[in-house]
T-cell receptor, first 111, second 114 residues
Framework: GENVEQHPSTLSVQEGDSAVIKCTYSDSASNYFPWYKQELGKRPQLIIDIRSNVGEKKDQRIAVTLNKTAKHFSLHITETQPEDSAVYFCAARGTGNQFYFGTGTSLTVIP | GAGVSQSPSNKVTEKGKDVELRCDPISGHTALYWYRQSLGQGLEFLIYFQGNSAPDKSGLPSDRFSAERTGGSVSTLTIQRTQQEDSAVYLC????????????FGPGTRLTVL
């Protein structure tokens, strides 16, 4: 089955700086890669996703890049704000439509 | 419209007891997922339902865990003879059958086994 690894597990940045979270996957047949944000005590919510036929997708301060050859994808948050502080999860959809999640990155934006 | 709902929000039980957790997906969503999230950990896939197809149970950690989905809508996750290591937040998510595949999560049920 699919195996998704996520790094780093914790990340602290100064407000206004950029944050980058990286994930790797093992199943070359995986074709959909969403990113979720989970604030403390709340449910995960989709913030951006990318399909395997695209190399990059951007939505305001958030962007995701995908390298199919290397089987890794990354989340980029620019001009970070305190409200970006949360746990971020990457995921990969396997061939059976299951979703495999990374272990999460706890992002802290220091004002 | 209404999002995914789960009940109860919190459940405290004694070791050895059975528990049932309920999930009401978004109306019309054919796919339903159960995940387990232990403290400070990621989301562990448990089981996946798609329409009337046989569920994918490959993530269930033991035969104490089972789930059913009646009428293609509401789902119940049952844990028999609960153990302390079953303590976690159990999240349900649903998605439509379109190519979007965005999963919408419920608020979760926090299970504590004493």
């Amino acid at each position: 089955g699919e195996n998704v690894e996520q790094h780093p597990s914790t990340l602290s940045v100064q407000e206004g700086d950029s944050a980058v979270i990286k994930c790797t996957y093992s199943d070359s047949a995986s074709n959909y890669f969403p990113w979720y944000k989970q604030e403390l005590g709340k449910r995960p919510q989709l913030i951006i996703d990318i399909r395997s036929n695209v190399g990059e997708k951007k939505d305001q301060r958030i962007a995701v890049t995908l390298n199919k050859t290397a089987k890794h994808f990354s989340l980029h948050i620019t001009e970070t704000q305190p409200e970006d502080s949360a746990v971020y999860f990457c995921a990969a959809r396997g061939t059976g439509n299951q979703f495999y999640f990374g272990t999460g990155t706890s992002l802290t934006v220091i004002p | 419209g209404a999002g995914v709902s789960q009940s109860p929000s919190n459940k405290v039980t004694e070791k050895g007891k059975d528990v049932e957790l309920r999930c009401d997906p978004i109306s019309g969503h054919t796919a339903l997922y159960w995940y387990r999230q232990s403290l400070g950990q990621g989301l562990e896939f448990l089981i996946y339902f798609q329409g009337n197809s046989a569920p994918d149970k490959s993530g269930l950690p033991s035969d104490r865990f089972s789930a059913e989905r009646t009428g293609g809508s509401v789902s119940t996750l049952t844990i028999q003879r609960t153990q302390q290591e079953d303590s976690a937040v159990y999240l349900c998510a649903s998605s439509s059958s379109t190519a979007n595949n965005e999963q919408f999560f419920g608020p979760g049920t926090r299970l504590t086994v004493l």
